[in-house]
């Protein structure tokens, strides 16, 4: 089982960047999935999640309006598209496929992840 994240990259504040990751070896269409990220010398904090049908997603404030999680489950994908991208944003993205259906905010909820995007937001 692997999650492979990608699509991250360096930009200058305002850009835009989708990071896309793709499950393999199983299917999660059944798992909420999230996006964490984990800045220098910080801990890995949560980004965004969204339930298994799509219809329930959820954001940390720092990224309302700005962020978008969806997901593909006939593609056993899902996506965050970062729109005005602000250098606090720069860090490396984690995505994770959580135990239950409706995803979550918290790390321990997770069974896998994926290596990590960075994403690099300077002028």
């Known amino acids: 089982v692997q999650l492979q994240a990608s699509g991250g990259g360096l930009v200058q504040p305002g850009d835009s960047l989708r990071l896309s990751c793709a499950a393999s070896?199983?299917?999660?269409?059944?798992?909420?999935m999230g996006w964490f990220r984990q800045a220098p010398g910080k801990e890995r904090d949560f980004v965004a999640a969204?339930?298994?049908?799509?219809?329930?997603?959820g954001y940390v404030d720092s990224v309302k309006g700005r962020f978008t999680i969806s997901r593909d489950n006939t593609k056993n994908t899902v996506y965050l598209q970062m729109n005005s991208l602000e250098p606090e944003d720069t860090a490396v993205y984690y995505c994770?496929?959580?135990?239950?259906?409706?995803?979550?905010?918290?790390?321990?909820?997770?069974?896998?992840w994926g290596q990590g995007t960075q994403v690099t937001v300077s002028s």
């Open positions: 070896g199983r299917t999660f269409s059944n798992n909420g």
């Open positions: 994770g496929a959580s135990r239950g259906a409706l995803g979550s905010r918290r790390m321990r909820d997770y069974s896998y």
């Open positions: 969204i339930s298994w049908s799509g219809g329930y997603m």
